[in-house]
């Protein structure tokens, strides 16, 4: 895995913002993040096109299925202290919890597992235009 820059667009990489976390304290906040992500979706889903199905084993994973059956998954890697995803778009990243900045941060290029959602997402909404 390659460490993001130092300093990147938000301040540092996430490896570089803190110590490990005790196990206990990472499980709770990745079934915290787990549990946010598929509320958010599920309060969204009236507004996706055909609606989306929102399926949670909390503390493990996240799976989203869009109508047109395009999945986006998020899953617990312990070992690593990271969440894992697989976005609607094909992208792969590891996102470690950043305890300065309050966020999941991808290793690679210091974006929001939240902003990459929320992006993929979008191509579902109606009235949103193509970019």
Do not use: C, I
Request: net charge negative.
């Amino acid at each position: 895995r390659e460490a993001a820059g130092a300093g990147g667009g938000r301040g540092g990489s996430a490896a570089a913002a803190g110590s490990e976390l005790s196990p206990g304290a990472f499980s709770e906040l990745a079934g915290a993040k787990l549990r946010t992500l598929a509320d958010g979706v599920g309060k969204m889903s009236g507004v996706l096109n055909g609606g989306a199905k929102v399926d949670l084993r909390d503390g493990e994973w996240l799976k989203v299925t869009a109508e047109d059956g395009v999945e986006y998954s998020v899953s617990v890697d312990a070992a690593a202290q990271a969440l894992l995803s697989f976005s609607l778009q094909g992208d792969a990243y590891a996102y470690k919890y950043d305890e300065r900045r309050g966020q999941w941060v991808s290793d690679r290029d210091e974006h929001y597992l939240d902003e990459l959602l929320a992006r993929d997402l979008m191509v579902h909404v109606s009235g949103v235009p193509m970019f």
